[in-house]
């Protein structure tokens, strides 16, 4: 049975073509606070996420860590190292205990060079995402903080929310300082937003959850 057939990353691929990737594949196991990989370091691997949470963060100006993403199952995370020698842009840290599947870039670029329609069919998955991200930071851009902070419980309610009758509870490890790193923005903002929020009967929250009550009124701001 193919360990990445389930992946979105490699959905344009045949079978055939999925036993070839499946053959440079390899498991790994982290535990919780490992880094994957660091800002800087050469990039020669990319992962995809089996089972667990991952945060990718980035060091700014003034020394604070900047989260730009989350990442859980079937998610991949520095697919750019397949096409791309450089550096890892950014570091990888897990939330949880984490299984991992490795994909070395020397491996992947020769099984490129002997299957070129594998190369090109990543390389569309890839741009469809680039697109995607694009459009994501257009969106950021135009947003006051209230609907920056309503767009982030969506999209953590959407990728990590368990829905419970009405509600949707988020149980994911996210200081305030880091929920408002993901949105470039202040933790007295976030605080001021999450309280407004809390106050209307939207949310609750909590040292380690958020529970919403409401999802659809918090859409409505965004």
Do not use: W
């Not at 469809?128 to 994501?136: D, E, H, K, S, Y």
């Not at 902070?149 to 949707?168: D, H, T």
Request: proline content about 1%; aromatic content about 8%; overall charge positive.
């Amino acid at each position: 049975m193919s360990i990445v057939k389930e992946i979105p990353f490699f959905s344009l691929l045949t079978d055939k073509e999925l036993e070839l990737i499946d053959a440079i594949a390899v498991n790994k196991k982290f535990k919780k606070g490992e880094y994957i990989f660091f800002e800087g370091e050469s990039g020669d691997k990319f992962f995809i996420i089996k089972e667990g949470q991952v945060k990718l963060t980035k060091m700014i100006k003034n020394g604070d860590e900047q989260i730009l993403n989350i990442f859980s199952d079937n998610d991949i995370i520095a697919e750019i190292v397949a096409f791309d020698k450089g550096n890892y842009p950014a570091s990888a840290i897990t939330m949880t205990d984490t299984n991992v599947i490795v994909f070395d870039q020397s491996e992947l670029e020769n099984l490129i060079l002997k299957h070129p329609s594998i190369g090109l069919k990543l390389l569309r998955e890839m741009s469809g995402r680039l697109r995607r991200a694009q459009q994501n930071v257009r969106d950021l851009a135009l947003k006051d903080s209230s609907a920056r902070v309503a767009g982030l419980l969506i999209f953590l309610a959407e990728k990590y929310g368990k829905k419970k009758k009405e509600k949707v509870i988020l149980d994911i490890s996210l200081t305030q300082q880091e929920l408002a790193s993901m949105i470039g923005s202040s933790r007295e903002t976030v605080s001021r937003v999450l309280g407004q929020f809390e106050s209307e009967e939207l949310i609750k929250t909590s040292r380690k959850k958020i529970i919403i009550y409401k999802i659809d009124k918090i859409k409505s701001y965004t």
